[in-house]
C-alpha cells in the first residue's frame, strides 16, 4: 500500500512538474516572439535615422546664419529701447 501511496505521489509531483516546464516553455516561445519583433522594429529606426547626421549638419549651419542675423535684430532693439528710453 505504501508504495502504491508513494508511486501516485511521484506521478502527480512528476506531472506538476510538466505542466509547469511546458508553460514556462510557453512564456518563453510568446517572448521570443516579442524581442524578435522588438529587435525587427529598432533595425527600422535604425534605417530611418542615418540620414540624420547629414540633415542636422544643414540645419545646424543655418541656424548659425540665423543667430548672427538675431543677434543684429537684438542690437537694433536695444539701441531703440534706449532711444524710447524703455530700458
Excluded at 29 to 58: R, Y
Amino acid at each position: 500500500m505504501l508504495l502504491i501511496l508513494t508511486l501516485v505521489t511521484v506521478g502527480l509531483v512528476v506531472v506538476a512538474l510538466a505542466g509547469y516546464l511546458i508553460a514556462i516553455a510557453w512564456a518563453l516561445i510568446a517572448a521570443k516572439k516579442s524581442v524578435m519583433a522588438i529587435a525587427d522594429g529598432l533595425e527600422a529606426v535604425a534605417g530611418h535615422t542615418a540620414p540624420l547626421p547629414e540633415k542636422l549638419t544643414t540645419i545646424n549651419g543655418a541656424l548659425v546664419a540665423l543667430l548672427g542675423g538675431l543677434r543684429v535684430a537684438d542690437g537694433n532693439l536695444g539701441r531703440a529701447a534706449s532711444v524710447f528710453k524703455l530700458t
